[in-house]
C-alpha cells in the first residue's frame, strides 16, 4: 500500500522485527538497482555487487549465459547478474524474506498494467489540450525533484529532453538554474555549442568543459570498478566526465533521460514509421539483394558519400546505419528492432557453453498484446533498453562521484499519460516527441532545437586505431582471450583485424569485447583492495 504512494526513484530495504520479515522493494522504471543472493546460509542484498562479494558466502562463477546476453545488447538484462546465484530484483516488484523461508518476489507495478489501461481509457483531448496536460503534468514531476536541501543543478546536452527538464526548472527557480554539459572537438560528437545556446537563452548559469581524448581515454581503467558489471555503452566516459565536472558545483542534479522511449525519439521508431511498410512491402529476395548492396561499401566509405546530403538531413553515423538497415532487411518486423539494438547476431558462437537467454525481445505474446510496431518497440525498450543501460548507466555513472541524478521524465505518472497518447502526438511529419517539443516550444524558440538527433558518444572506432590500439592489443590477444577462459578467440580476432584494416567498423562489437575483458581483470583482484584504490 506505501509503494503505491510513492512517486519516483527508490530502493528500499524495511526489517519489520515483529513478523521477523524482511522487504525490498525498487522503483517502478528501475532507476535504482538492487542484487540479492539466497545462500545456504544467509541472504544478501545491495545496491552494488561489489557490496555483495565482500561477504564469503557470496556467489562468484561467472554466468556464461549472461555473457552471451551481453554481447547481444552491450549490458546483463533483467532478472540476471554477471555471477550465478546473484539476482536483481526487477523494476516495480518486491521481495519478502524470512528467516529459513524461501524467499516471495511479488509485482506492485507492471508496464503490461499500464498499456491495458492506456487501451481501455485512452486520451481523446484535441492538440491544445494534450499539450497543457503534459505541461502541468512534466511541471509538476519537475518542481518535485527541485526539492533538496543541497546544491541543485542539471545536465543540458541542448536536446529536446535536458532542454525541457531545465526550461521547467528555470521556470519555477528564482535563481539561474546551474546546467552542464562537455564537449568534444571531434565533429560529429560535440553538442556542446548547442547546449550552450539554450542555456544562453533561458539564462541559466551554465558551465561546459571541453575534454580532451586523452581525458576521456583515462576514465577507461575505472570503468569495470565502478559499473561493477561488464556493460559497454561507450556514453559512459561521457557520462562519468559530465557527473564528475557536475558534482564539483552541486549534489543533485535533473536529468532529462526517459523521454525517448515515452514519446517515440528514437530514430528507429520514426524510421520504422516510414520506411517500415516500404520495406516489408517487397518480396524478401528483392530485400536481400538491396541488403547486398548496402554491405558492398564499408561504413566509411558510406559516410564518404553521405557528405553529398545537406548536414541538417544528414543522420550521424551514416554508414553505420546504413549497415545496420542492410541487417534487417533480410527478415521481418520485429527482426527488424532486434537488428538495430543488436552489437553481436550470434554471441553464443563467441562466449564458450553460453546460451543467450530469450528473453521478452523473442516473446510473441508481445505481439499480440501490443499488436503496433511502434509501440511494441516502445514498450520493449522501456523494459529492457532504458532500466538496463540508459538509467544503470546513469546511476553508475554519477554514483561514482556521489552525484545524485534524478530523472522527472520518468515520473510513473507522466509514463500513464505517454501510453494514453495516440501515435500522431509522438510522431508527426516523419518527427518523433512531437508533444514534448510542443511543451518546449513554450520556453525554447524552434530553431534553437531543431537539428539532427545526434548520439552521446565519443570516437571509439578511430582511438581503437589509434592511442588505444596498444591497450585493445592486449586484451584482445589470443593468449589473453584463452586465458580468460570465457571467449573462442577466432571470431574477435577476425572482427579486430577488419576494424584495424578499416574495411569494417566493428567499435562496438569490439568494445563490448574490451570491456568484459577489463572487466574480468578487474575482479581478479578482490573487492576490498579495489576500494581503498579507488576510494
Known sequence: ????????????????????????????????????????????????????????????EINRDAVSGFLRHNYIGGAASIYNGINKLEPGWII??????????EQYWS????VAEAKNDPFEGNDERAIETLHELLLDATGRRMMADVPLGAFLSGGIDSSTVVALMQAQSERPVRTFSIGFNEEGYNEAKHAAEVAKH????????????????????????????????????????????TREHVTVALSGDGG???????????????????????????????????????????????????PSRRPTLFGDKLHKLAKILDGEKDDFYRGLVSHWSNPDSVVIDGAEPKGI???DEVKQRIPNFIERMQYLDTLTYLPDDILTKVDRASMAVSLEARVPLLDHRVVDFAWKLPQHMKIRNGQGKWLLRQVLYKYVPQELIE?????????????????????????????????????????????????????RNWQYLIWDILMFQAWQQENTVSPAMKLGQFG
Open 1 to 60: 500500500a506505501t509503494v503505491q504512494k510513492l512517486i519516483g526513484m527508490f530502493a528500499l530495504a524495511v526489517w519489520d522485527r515483529h513478523e521477523k520479515r524482511l522487504t525490498i522493494v525498487r522503483d517502478r522504471l528501475g532507476i535504482k538497482p538492487v542484487y540479492w543472493s539466497k545462500t545456504s546460509q544467509s541472504f544478501l542484498f545491495g545496491s552494488e555487487l561489489k557490496a555483495l562479494r565482500m561477504h564469503p558466502d557470496c556467489p562468484g
Open 96 to 105: 519478502s524474506v524470512r528467516a529459513n523461508e524461501e524467499p516471495v518476489l
Open 111 to 114: 508496464l503490461d498494467d499500464v
Open 202 to 245: 533561458l539564462r541559466t548559469d551554465h558551465t561546459e568543459l571541453y575534454v580532451s581524448p586523452q581525458e576521456a581515454r583515462d576514465v577507461i581503467p575505472k570503468l569495470p570498478f565502478y559499473f561493477d558489471e561488464p556493460f559497454s555503452d561507450s556514453s559512459q566516459i561521457p557520462t562519468y566526465l559530465v557527473s564528475k565536472m
Open 260 to 310: 525517448d522511449e515515452l514519446f517515440s525519439g528514437y530514430t528507429r521508431y520514426f524510421t520504422a514509421e516510414k520506411y517500415g511498410k516500404a520495406i516489408f512491402r517487397q518480396p524478401q529476395i528483392l530485400r536481400r539483394i538491396e541488403a547486398a548492396l548496402i554491405q558492398g561499401l564499408s561504413p566509411k566509405n558510406w559516410d564518404l558519400l553521405g557528405k553529398l546530403i545537406p
Open 361 to 363: 525481445m523473442w516473446n
Open 451 to 503: 537539428r539532427p538527433k545526434m548520439g552521446f558518444g565519443v570516437p571509439i572506432d578511430s582511438w581503437l586505431r589509434g592511442p588505444l590500439r596498444e591497450w585493445a592489443e592486449d586484451l584482445l590477444s589470443v593468449k589473453s582471450l584463452s586465458e580468460g577462459g570465457i571467449f573462442r578467440p577466432e571470431p574477435i580476432r577476425e572482427k579486430w583485424h577488419e576494424h584495424l584494416s578499416g574495411r
